[in-house]
């Protein structure tokens, strides 16, 4: 009976350990998650650059050939990306303080060279300003201070996994190359896809072309992609254009219009319609005679009128076919036809026919407007 009695005790002090150390193991985890997010405190950062202030400072003065006062900006510079400024002031009074007692303490020792020169002082107090000034801006826009650098890279992936079109059934080819301006991680055109109807035998397309490019585009785009993505699928395809027109219109944007194409396909008879909001009109190659046709639907500008219609254009793709949808970026020019950028995509799309178009849509816009300054999407769609 004492054996069972001293292993019960034995076990129930096993399970309260183990509890235990759950328990601290989580706190520990939901701090560290908080405070990488920018929602928990900043002391433990605080505390580590106070105690690495002190340091430097001594490192100033025991050897100021190898420390010199300048170091003191490391801290700063951190303070500033780590730091709320509240705190960040704080750091700044228990620097400045180090730097005049290492003045004091350099005086003292005449066999020590004089470090502590003006322009030492000026380089520390215009770091101290630049990493203050950017410390307040995060605070004002609400970004937090430890994510804001990854901001920017999760909306570019955000909108990246928008625009990803979804898996077509066997015969059928689809690829989209997007290419912002200038070399940019961000574009004015964008993609929303969907597979809907009975069976999910009807892809849905829209490429969608904001008023702007690049950066300046940026956060229109993302709205807009959202917005039409979630619209797409969940209306009658004639009702989408409509409603993304008075979705635009609500915003009242000063440079608020966008241009858009709407691909309503069945991937069973490869029947198509075509709806274009302001669009550039999207070309077909016929296996049957080799030449590529346009495809031109009627419609105004998203976010221009209120009553505004869109007209269907209606075609087929049958085995061989390729439907290519493209933004003004790639075709269009100053000074030169919008027929002969057009034409000029076409010819080099030839060159792909005999490959069936694989990995052609990016090498198109390498070869057709590598070096333009401008958002340039293309949409390729084939029965193979």
């Known amino acids: ?114 470090p502590v020169t003006p322009g030492s002082i000026l380089v520390v107090a215009a770091v101290a300003l630049t990493g203050l000034l950017i410390a307040q801006f995060r605070s004002r826009v609400g970004v937090p201070w430890r994510r804001g650098g990854t901001m920017l890279f999760d909306l570019r992936e955000r909108i990246r996994t928008q625009s990803a079109l979804p898996a077509l059934p066997d015969g059928w080819h689809r690829e989209m190359s997007l290419r912002p301006a200038g070399g940019q991680s961000f574009s004015g055109d964008f993609v929303v896809a969907a597979r809907t109807g009975p069976g999910r035998r009807v892809l849905e397309v829209v490429l969608a072309d904001v008023s702007g490019k690049g950066m300046d585009a940026a956060s229109r785009s993302l709205l807009l992609s959202g917005a039409f993505g979630g619209l797409l699928g969940s209306l009658p395809p004639h009702a989408f254009l409509p409603a993304a027109n008075g979705y635009l219109l609500r915003q009242s944007w000063d440079e608020g219009f966008a241009t858009a194409v709407h691909l309503v396909l069945d991937l069973e008879s490869g029947d198509y319609e075509l709806l274009s909001a302001g669009h550039l009109p999207g070309v077909q190659l016929s296996a049957g005679t080799g030449r590529w046709q346009e495809i031109a639907a009627e419609g105004p500008l998203l976010g221009v009128w209120d009553e505004a219609e869109f ?54 816009v390498e070869a057709v407007a590598r070096d333009v300054n401008d958002d340039r999407a293309l949409l390729l769609i084939s029965r193979e």
Not at 65 to 74: F, I, K, R
Not at 340 to 352: F, N, S, V
């Open 1 to 114: 009976m004492a054996r069972r009695s001293e292993k019960r005790h034995r076990s129930a002090r096993g399970d309260r350990a183990h509890k235990a150390v759950h328990r601290l193991r989580t706190t520990v985890r939901r701090v560290a998650v908080d405070w990488f997010r920018g929602s928990g405190s900043d002391w433990p950062a605080l505390a580590a650059l106070l105690l690495l202030v002190p340091l430097l400072a001594g490192a100033t003065v025991a050897w100021p050939e190898w420390c010199p006062p300048e170091s003191l900006v490391l801290p700063l510079v951190a303070g500033g990306l780590l730091l709320r400024p509240a705190s960040l002031l704080g750091l700044y009074a228990v620097v400045a303080t180090a730097l005049v007692l290492e003045t004091a303490f350099i005086e003292t020792d005449r066999r020590t060279p004089d």
């Open 311 to 364: 007209h269907p254009a209606k075609g087929t793709l049958r085995p061989g076919d390729v439907l290519m949808l493209f933004t003004d970026g790639l075709v269009e020019r100053p000074g030169r036809d919008l027929t002969e950028g057009i034409d000029r995509l076409t010819g080099e799309a030839d060159r792909y026919v005999a490959t069936g178009f694989k990995g052609a849509a990016w090498h198109l």
